[in-house]
């Protein structure tokens, strides 16, 4: 697809198609269980993230590589569809990144992947236009290089970075030293810094490298940020959860969105938990985003889980 001058998001990561198979209870080891449905439905860290920005109104590119197989072609598919503009390296004769997502009837998932080495996105295959012609840059850690190059581009250009961090990835650190909004996994600061207090670890997340916010979604228990001089704390909100599947890559959408509406931090916050949870009662990474207004419904009349007790003196009200 042509470039246009400028989007409002620009996403350098992962993609991935996913085969979801719902099962009454997570097999026993030695097991043979029998499953009733399958569905192959595309998903991935920043791919997913930038698809639910572009539903929500957003001008979004997305820039990663593919096989030449039907999965890839999914992909395409869903991302003409829906209007991204796509810098996608295609590479002949290889499988695209596949996933099987088993998914209990509590709607909680477990994840088996696989990819190819072929299709690890270097730095040199990057485009600087790509990233200078937008509003904000969201990437993830896993092609750590590239996305050290891309956010360093962004930030001499003034641009803000956000990173979806799941594991604390060989040289994930350079990165961090680029990434304005850092909102990783619950367990990576202390795979990070050694300290397992997110009292402790977060402010030190962002002094270490100078961050904006180091925040840590924490599931059912919400999202915890700091922001150099505070801690903002938001709680979840409870929903028949159907599948789990992308519910994190959802939260960081709406993060982005948020903060390129220009919200308050609070309510960035807010509205990522709420974009999370119904994300949860639809099937696949991206099976329950929502329009902006039922995202907004829910905030405003939704019920929350209570606030985790040690981050009560932050916790909104209930």
């Given at each position: 697809?042509?470039?246009?001058?400028?989007?409002?998001?620009?996403?350098?990561?992962?993609?991935?198609?996913?085969?979801?198979?719902?099962?009454?209870?997570?097999?026993a080891p030695g097991s043979?269980?029998?499953?009733?449905?399958?569905?192959?439905?595309?998903?991935?860290?920043?791919?997913?993230?930038?698809?639910?920005?572009?539903?929500?109104?957003?001008?979004?590119?997305?820039?990663?590589?593919?096989?030449?197989?039907?999965?890839?072609?999914?992909?395409?598919?869903?991302?003409?569809?829906?209007?991204?503009?796509?810098?996608?390296?295609?590479?002949?004769?290889?499988?695209?990144?596949?996933?099987?997502?088993?998914?209990?009837?509590?709607?909680?998932?477990?994840?088996?992947?696989?990819?190819?080495?072929?299709?690890?996105?270097?730095?040199?295959?990057?485009?600087?236009?790509?990233?200078?012609?937008?509003?904000?840059?969201?990437?993830?850690?896993?092609?750590?290089?590239?996305?050290?190059?891309?956010?360093?581009?962004?930030?001499?250009?003034?641009?803000?970075?956000?990173?979806?961090?799941?594991?604390?990835?060989?040289?994930?650190?350079?990165?961090?030293?680029?990434?304005?909004?850092?909102?990783?996994?619950?367990?990576?600061?202390?795979?990070?810094?050694?300290?397992?207090?997110?009292?402790?670890?977060?402010?030190?997340?962002?002094?270490?490298?100078?961050?904006?916010?180091?925040?840590?979604?924490l599931g059912e228990d919400?999202?915890?940020?700091?922001?150099?001089?505070?801690?903002?704390?938001?709680?979840?909100?409870?929903?028949?959860?159907?599948?789990?599947?992308?519910?994190?890559?959802?939260?960081?959408?709406?993060?982005?969105?948020?903060?390129?509406?220009?919200?308050?931090?609070?309510?960035?916050?807010?509205?990522?938990?709420?974009?999370?949870?119904l994300n949860c009662t639809?099937?696949?990474?991206?099976?329950?985003?929502?329009?902006?207004?039922?995202?907004?419904?829910?905030?405003?009349?939704?019920?929350?889980?209570?606030?985790?007790?040690?981050?009560?003196?932050?916790?909104?009200?209930?």
């Amino acid at each position: 697809m042509t470039m246009s001058k400028t989007v409002d998001l620009v996403g350098v990561g992962l993609n991935a198609t996913d085969m979801l198979i719902p099962l009454a209870e997570y097999p026993a080891p030695g097991s043979k269980v029998e499953f009733r449905a399958a569905s192959i439905l595309p998903g991935g860290q920043v791919a997913t993230a930038v698809m639910a920005c572009q539903r929500w109104g957003l001008r979004t590119r997305y820039v990663g590589k593919l096989g030449d197989d039907h999965a890839g072609q999914l992909h395409r598919d869903e991302f003409g569809k829906a209007g991204v503009e796509t810098q996608i390296i295609t590479v002949p004769g290889c499988a695209s990144q596949q996933a099987v997502i088993l998914v209990d009837s509590q709607g909680e998932r477990t994840v088996l992947w696989r990819r190819d080495q072929q299709l690890g996105l270097a730095p040199e295959a990057l485009n600087r236009e790509w990233i200078e012609s937008a509003r904000a840059l969201h990437v993830d850690g896993y092609d750590t290089a590239a996305a050290t190059v891309a956010a360093g581009w962004a930030r001499a250009a003034g641009i803000p970075v956000i990173a979806d961090l799941d594991d604390a990835y060989p040289g994930v650190e350079g990165l961090l030293e680029n990434i304005d909004y850092a909102i990783v996994s619950r367990d990576v600061p202390s795979r990070l810094l050694g300290e397992d207090d997110l009292e402790k670890s977060l402010p030190l997340l962002q002094r270490r490298y100078g961050c904006l916010l180091a925040a840590a979604t924490l599931g059912e228990d919400g999202v915890l940020a700091w922001d150099g001089k505070q801690f903002h704390y938001a709680c979840a909100f409870r929903v028949t959860a159907v599948d789990t599947t992308g519910a994190g890559d959802i939260f960081h959408a709406g993060f982005i969105y948020g903060l390129l509406q220009d919200w308050p931090l609070q309510r960035r916050l807010e509205f990522a938990c709420a974009a999370a949870a119904l994300n949860c009662t639809g099937v696949g990474a991206r099976g329950g985003i929502q329009p902006v207004e039922s995202i907004e419904k829910l905030m405003a009349t939704g019920s929350r889980y209570s606030p985790l007790l040690e981050f009560a003196e932050w916790a909104i009200a209930v």
